[in-house]
Structures are given as structure tokens and as C-alpha cells.
């Protein structure tokens, strides 16, 4: 089945199956739900190579990853960001190209896709204070969308970011409203721009009803079980221990959790833990019904999704206008929370 033939069955012309393929943002939600159903249903494939000739362009798009011994990126929630941009790469006939380069080799990578022609654009992670990607991307003159905001550039760019701030600034509100006053930060790398955010708000929350941040309640790093654990079990060995913990992962929550119970304490009852849950695919937080964690909840596979809609729309209309999408998290209340207990 080609394009022509199934905008025939659905009585839509071929451009608006097209754009409903390609993710456009001007065709509705529901015309393009019935397109990629019936497309699904057909089996119907894009011709890449076709469209490669057609267009001229590559129909790839590029994901250059860094790895060193701390990075953000070795998160699981990078799969599940995969997983959504995927999907709109797939329905609009674009490929996939992952590149895995030394810290150091990064910009030249960026500088090899661009010469080489092998990508329309690039979808960039992780984005750290002043990033020097954007200045670099733009010399580039390579189409790019950031997963993320950057503090410290005043240059536009395109990005999809979650209100982190304002997550954690509820987040911190919420466990003040239950009495607790000593209250943990298990947060993200520091020069991250997401950590930053999520400290600005927890931050802003304690000083909004005169508390002072604590440095012995703050831990910064990579988000994993060992450091929850291993923060929770530093923090409960003080003279004023924590009475509840703000943890910026699922993986760090699990790690408090296993710290709690270990210095014989029961979670939601003695010690309160919220945290970050990204809705991740085989990661989850308990059940829709009965979450184990309160968290604050974004889905990152939504985010990869909107990102790649923004980043094809880019490529496609040759539009260098830059975009933003900000989403909001909402609170869902879990097992793991309760009111400060008396001392």
C-alpha cells in the first residue's frame, strides 16, 4: 500500500496523511490517531528510499551520546526518551543513528555528522550550565532540539523541558504542609541543568516559610540506588536527622527506602519520601492504582515523542524559528508519605 492509496481509504487527502504521519502539530490529535491506527493496521511503509531521493535529505536523525564514569545518560530514563522518539521516527520515515563517543570527541562527532551528511538534525541530552553544544549546533548550521533548557546562554534555541522547578517547589510544599521541617535534597549532578531547577525549587519552597537549606541535608550526583542508600543512611546517623526526603529518580527513592529500613524505621510513617517518577516503562512506581512512592510524575517516552514531532517539523518546513514546549508534572500521592512525626 502506498501513501495516495491509503489517504483513498480514509477520505483525507495525501498531505494530511502525511503530515498526520510526520507528527505535524496543525492536524488534530484525533485525525491523527485514525491515520497511524489505520496505517498500523495496513502495515503500510514509508518508502525511505524515496523519499530520500525526493527530498535529499537523509532521513535520519542523530543522537550522540558521551560516556564516561558520571554521567547523566546511563539513567534508564534514556531508554524510555529513546522509545518516544522512536516512535515518531518510525511513523515519518526517518532512521535512527546512535553515536557513542569518549567526553572529550563529543564536538567532533557533532562536526562528523554535519560534514558527513549522514542526519537531517539532531535531538541533544543533557544539558549542562552555558552549554557550548548550542553555539556549536548553530555554527553547525545542523537542526537540533534540546531535550532540556541550558542556564547561562541568552542564545534562542528549540527544547522540551518538564517544569522541574516547579515540581519541586510542590514536591518540598507538600511535605511542609505535613509538618516536616527537616527535609533531604538526594538530587542530580550539579552542573545539570534539570538538578539545578529541582534544588531551585526545593530551595524556594523552605525559604518561602523561613527555613534555611541545610548543606548536610543536600546530596548531588549520579542517580542511582546506592546513592539514595547511601545518602539516607549518612543523613539518619545525625544529631537532626531528617524527618522526610525530595529524591530526583525512582532509582534513588528505592535506595532511601532500603536506607530507612535499615536503621529500623518504617517509610510513611517515620520517615517521608517523594521523589521524581519519569512513568518509566519497566520501572514502575507500584501500580495506577496503589503507587508505592508520592511522586511527582512526567513521562520522559512523551517527552522523546515531542521532541522528535519538533525536531522533523524543523527539518521538514525548513523552519529555524526556535520553539519551546514546557511540561508540567503532577503529583500522585503514594504509600510512602505521612505526617512528621512527633520528637
Known amino acids: 500500500m502506498n501513501l495516495k492509496t491509503l489517504a483513498q481509504e480514509l477520505g483525507l487527502s495525501p498531505t494530511t496523511v502525511s503530515r498526520a504521519l510526520n507528527g505535524y502539530p496543525e492536524v488534530s490529535e484525533a485525525t491523527r490517531q485514525r491515520v497511524l491506527s489505520a496505517a498500523a493496521a ?34 534508564p530514563v534514556f531508554a524510555d526518551f529513546i522509545a518516544g522518539a522512536g516512535e515518531i521516527y518510525a511513523n515519518a520515515g526517518y532512521d535512527m543513528v ?20 549522514n542526519v537531517d538534525g539532531v535531538l541533544v541530552h543533557a544539558p549542562r550550565l552555558n552549554d ?29 523541558d518538564v517544569n522541574n522547578t516547579r515540581a519541586f517547589e510542590r514536591a518540598t510544599n507538600f511535605l511542609l504542609d505535613l509538618g ?15 538538578a539545578r531547577r529541582r534544588k531551585l525549587g526545593y530551595e524556594r519552597a523552605l525559604s518561602a516559610r523561613g527555613i534555611t537549606p541545610d548543606p548536610a541535608l543536600l546530596t548531588e550526583g549520579e542517580m542511582t540506588e546506592a546513592q539514595g542508600h547511601d545518602s539516607a543512611r549518612s543523613m539518619l546517623a545525625l544529631p537532626d536527622p531528617p524527618t522526610a526526603f525530595l529524591t530526583a529518580s525512582l532509582l534513588s527513592a528505592m535506595g532511601v527506602r532500603r ?14 519520601i517523594v521523589t521524581h517518577d ?40 525548513g523552519d529555524t524559528q526556535p520553539r519551546s514546549d514546557l511540561m508540567e508534572a503532577v503529583l500522585v500521592l503514594g504509600q510512602s508519605t505521612g505526617p512528621a512525626p512527633k520528637r
Open 42 to 75: 495496513a502495515n503500510y511503509q514509508p518508502n525511505t528510499q524515496a523519499k530520500r531521493l525526493a527530498t535529499g535529505r537523509a532521513m535520519a536523525i542523530g543522537h550522540i551520546i558521551p560516556i564516561s564514569d558520571r554521567h547523566e545518560i546511563v539513567n
Open 98 to 117: 546512535i553515536t557513542i563517543v569518549p567526553d572529550n570527541l563529543e564536538a567532533r562527532a557533532y562536526g562528523e555528522l554535519s560534514s558527513k551528511g
Open 180 to 194: 516536616h521541617r527537616r527535609i533531604a535534597l538526594i538530587n542530580g549532578i550539579s552542573d545539570m541543568d534539570f
Open 132 to 160: 557550548h553544544r548550542i553555539a556549536l549546533l548553530d555554527d553547525l548550521s545542523l537542526p537540533y532540539v534540546m531535550h532540556g533548557r541550558v542556564n547561562g546562554t541568552r542564545k534562542p534555541y528549540s527544547w522540551v
Open 259 to 272: 536506607g530507612i529500613e535499615e536503621n529500623g524505621l518504617t517509610m510513611g510513617r517515620d520517615v517521608s
Open 278 to 317: 519519569d512513568e518509566l516503562g519497566y520501572l514502575r512506581n507500584g501500580t495506577a492504582q496503589e503507587p508505592i512512592f508520592t511522586a511527582t510524575r512526567s513521562s520522559v517516552r512523551e517527552a522523546g515523542r515531542r521532541c522528535a514531532q519538533m525536531l522533523i517539523s524543523h527539518i521538514e518546513r
